[in-house]
């Protein structure tokens, strides 16, 4: 626990403001494809029936969906705004790292968003070490909360 809170602490002090402009577009970007997942179930439910991984039944493929999908909403408008962005990165990566291995490796094709989900996996796990940053609701709470108690 020792070393969580080590490194938690260095990753507040070690955070320039252009990372937070990275953070703001990472969420607005998981935001956003939470968002076209939910307007096509379909492209999302082949790409979980096509991984071929494991005989998933109805329900759990369902639940699967809903998981993706409103993980990426929530999760990337949290890390949008800069709130709890370490657990909302944390709850991505699981996710991530699916479109990685899952679905994009096995993909051949050219065009294959491979590059991009390592992108996104790479600055997922920066942000569950660095944090909100300066320009976060994070940061603004705990500020109006260090200014309330000193009242």
């Known amino acids: 626990m020792k ?3 080590k490194l938690e602490d260095w990753g507040d002090r070690h955070h320039p403001k252009l990372v937070d402009v990275i953070r ?3 969420g607005a970007f998981l935001l956003f494809k939470g968002y076209l997942f939910f307007h096509n ?3 999302l439910r082949d ?4 991984a071929k991984l494991v005989d998933l039944s109805t329900d759990t493929i369902t639940a699967l969906l809903y998981y993706v999908t409103y993980a990426h909403m929530v999760g990337g408008t949290l ?3 800069g709130l709890v962005t370490r ?5 991505q990566i699981p996710i991530v790292v699916a479109a990685v291995f899952v679905v994009n490796i096995p993909n051949k094709a050219v065009n294959s ?3 991009l989900s390592v992108v996104v996996l790479t600055l997922l796990l920066l942000f569950v070490i660095i944090g909100s ?3 976060s609701l994070d940061k603004l709470l705990t500020n109006d909360e260090k200014n309330t108690s000193l009242r």
Do not use: N, Q
């Not at 657990?87 to 709850?91: Q, Y």
């Open 41 to 43: 179930m379909p492209f």
């Open 47 to 50: 790409l979980i029936i096509d």
């Open 79 to 81: 890390i949008l705004f």
């Open 133 to 135: 940053g300066p320009i």
């Open 3 to 5: 070393m969580i809170s």
């Open 24 to 26: 703001i577009v990472l």
């Open 113 to 115: 968003e491979l590059w």
């Open 87 to 91: 657990l909302a990165s944390l709850i």
